[in-house]
Structures are given as C-alpha cells and as structure tokens.
C-alpha cells in the first residue's frame, strides 16, 4: 500500500462530514469569490494572537494598576492560554454542528467582546475577558487551518503560509502598537487595549459574505463518519479508528507541542518586562517584542519545509530546541546588550518549533481519522500545560526579585522538548 501523501492527512473539524449537492453548490460559488474569501482569512488570522502581543508591553501598568503580584498579573496572559485548551475540546463539534463559516464569526464577535470586556477597570472584567478572548482564539486556531484544507485542498500548503504569515503579522503590530497606543489615548492602558476590538470587528465585517454564501451547506451536510450502507465504500480501507491516548509516540509529539507552547507564552507573558526591569524603556522593549514576533515568520515557513522532506526530523528537534536555549541563556547573560540578537535567535526557533510541532502532527499520522484524533489531543493537553509557564515564572521571579531562576527553569523546558521531540521526530505512526 502506498504511503498517504500527508496533506490528504491534514485535520480539519468537518472530517467526518460530506456534504450534500445544495452543500456543493455552496462552496463552489463561495470559491467563486476568492478575493473576498482570500481577505476574510486574511483577517480572520490577524487576530489569532494581536490580542495576546497587545497585552504583554502594558503588563507591568496593568499590574501595578490593580495592585496585583507578579502571579496574579501572569494570569492576564496565562488565562487566554488555558481557555486555548479548553476551547480546543469543542471546535470541532461547533464546526460540524453549525458549520466552519458561522463558528468562525461568532468566534471574532466573542473576541471582540472579550477584548472590549477586558479593557473595563475591574479585575473581574479583566480575566473575565480574558476568558472570553481564550475560547475565540481557541475557535479561530482549531477551526480555521480545516477551512484552509477544505476549500484550498491543492493550495493548502501556500494558503497555510498566508494565514500563518497573518496571524504572526497581527501580533507583530499589536506588540509594536500598543505603547504608542497608551501614549496617544493619554496614558490610558485601558484605551490601548480595547482598540484591538475593532480589528476583530472589521474582521467580523469581512467574514460575513462567507457565512451568507455558505448557509445552505449548514443543515444539507450528513455524517461519514460512521459509514452505513453504500457510505461504507466511501471510507478508506486503511482507514481505522485508533485510540491515540494510549499511544506513547502520540504523548510524544503532544508533549513536544506543550512545551514548546509554553516556552512560547513565558516569552509573551515576560519579554518586555525582562527588559524594563533590566534599564530599557517601555517603547523600546515593545519595538523588540514585535521584531521577535515577525522573524518568527522566517522560521515558521522554513522549517516545515525541510520537515516535509526528511524521513525523520531529528536534526530540526536539535536546532530549533538549541535556537530556544540559546536566546534564554542570552537573556541572562546580556539582556539588553544583546536584545535584539536574543529577540531574533528566539524568533527563528519559536516559528520553527510551532511549525515543526503543527507539521509532526501530520507526519506521525497514518491516515485522517489518526491526525484528527492526535491535533486534538495534541492542542487539548499542549496549551492546558502551556498554562502553567506564565504564572509559574512570575511567581519564580517574585519569589527570587529577578530572572535568573526563571530563565535557568525555561532552560530545562528546552532540554525536556529536545529529548521528547528526538522520540516524536522518528519515522513512525501512531
């Protein structure tokens, strides 16, 4: 039997899902307008993490604004994180039971309000909202790569570069716009992040042609999943249903996916402020921040790449871990020295892990159900431990009054993530 060429392994949340003529006839003449759908997942994307970035260079005012500790402000950014996880588990029912196109607006309404609700000065609104922002970001990253796949399934891989080149695009900007943002609405934090909810909004704006178009595919859509009478000849013959959770390689490449999300979201959390707290002004720490988020670019186009053609990924574990490892200990050598060195060797080995991580999932899969069954524990488990870093690294750098701890821990989540991935990087399958 011939190997599966592994974009027919992609995951997409209407796996289980073949649509009826009038479902058909929907798509094609939502395709029939690539221009407009092209812009609404080029919005739709830039907002998967603006809302993050936007957050981390007014950190340290929003803490001191509430009077909040160092833990306590970590949660602003640890929060959306957790909700990540959560959100993850239902997206795909929500995409089968209402359709990609209405859970993808109502996911960048959910945003807006959850940005707008955040931004009101009380510390129930503020992780309230954060909340809110959590589940919408959950919907967008689970939700949208499946639209991508279905409507562009001989472009999936360009596509898939043009939504992720987006979304880290948006956080480029919110990271670099939000002090100036502060500065230009009288010092009010508040006002800086509330503005992101419009981005969200015109996003909002831009999808609705997709959900207008696409509406009678909702309810016209019948189950594949579980094939009976002459369905069952539409469902593969190497195709079985295999319990991933009891799969080691499976927990492998799920750990891989956790750790280097939570390296990722300790540097959202904290890289401003380890650069304030070390002598660099606010405006210059978030310039950084934002040049560290868009040479993640470079790192998440490339690396999945060489990963597509390598029988096993070992060599490209070992960089991107020693790129990560290397930025932390240049952190705690010459923070501000060294910054934007430090900013641009983290940026290559962040995109390159998310992109290696996203990339084993379909590797290591061996056929469609696998790789659908493995993202979503993958995306469960990896962002509920992602979780953990933000606070737990505020609460290290309260304890110690400074960053070595903190860093020297995200050093040994570096050797963790090599040794894990050098397992999940073997040429297996679930």
Known sequence: ????????????????????????????????????????????????????????PLV?????????????????????????????????????????????????????????????????ALYGGSL???????????????????????????MTSVYTGAMIAGATVAAAASVPLERAFGGSWEASLAFWSLLAVVAAVAWLPQVLIARGRTGHEVRSGVPTGSDRTRIP???????????????????????????????IAWLPTIFTDHGMSRSTAGVVFAFNNLIQVAGAFV????????????PLIVLVTTLVAAGYAGLMATPVSGAWLWAAVL??????????????IVLRSGDAVTAARLSGMAQTVGYLLAAVGPPAAGAVYEATGGWTLPIILMLGVCAAALMVGLFAARDRKV
């Open 1 to 56: 039997m011939s190997r599966p060429d592994s974009g027919q392994l992609l995951l997409h949340a209407e796996a289980d899902v073949r649509p009826s003529a009038q479902g058909a006839a929907a798509r094609r003449a939502l395709l029939a307008s690539p221009v407009v759908l092209l812009i609404g997942i080029v919005l739709a994307s830039v907002n998967m993490r603006a809302a993050l970035a936007s957050t981390s």
């Open 60 to 124: 340290s005012e929003i803490g001191e604004a509430f009077g909040l500790s160092s833990t306590a402000t970590s949660l602003v950014t640890s929060v959306p994180v957790l909700f990540l996880g959560v959100g993850a588990m239902v997206a795909p029912w929500l995409g089968r039971r209402f359709g990609t196109e209405v859970v993808l607006l109502g996911a960048l309404l959910l945003l807006g309000a959850g940005i707008v609700v955040r931004a009101v000065p009380t510390v129930t």
């Open 132 to 158: 809110l922002i959590g589940l919408a970001i959950a919907l967008l990253n689970v939700l949208m790569p499946g639209l991508i796949k279905r409507d562009f399934p001989g472009r999936a891989a360009s």
């Open 237 to 267: 013959a190497h195709v079985r249903v295999r319990s991933v959770w009891r799969s080691a390689l499976a927990w492998q490449v799920t750990l891989f996916m956790g750790l280097q999300s939570l390296w990722t979201y300790v540097l």
């Open 303 to 314: 690396v999945p790449l060489l990963a597509g053609r390598m029988r096993s990924q070992r």
């Open 347 to 360: 940026g290559v080995g962040q995109g390159g892990a998310v992109g290696l991580a996203l990339t084993l």
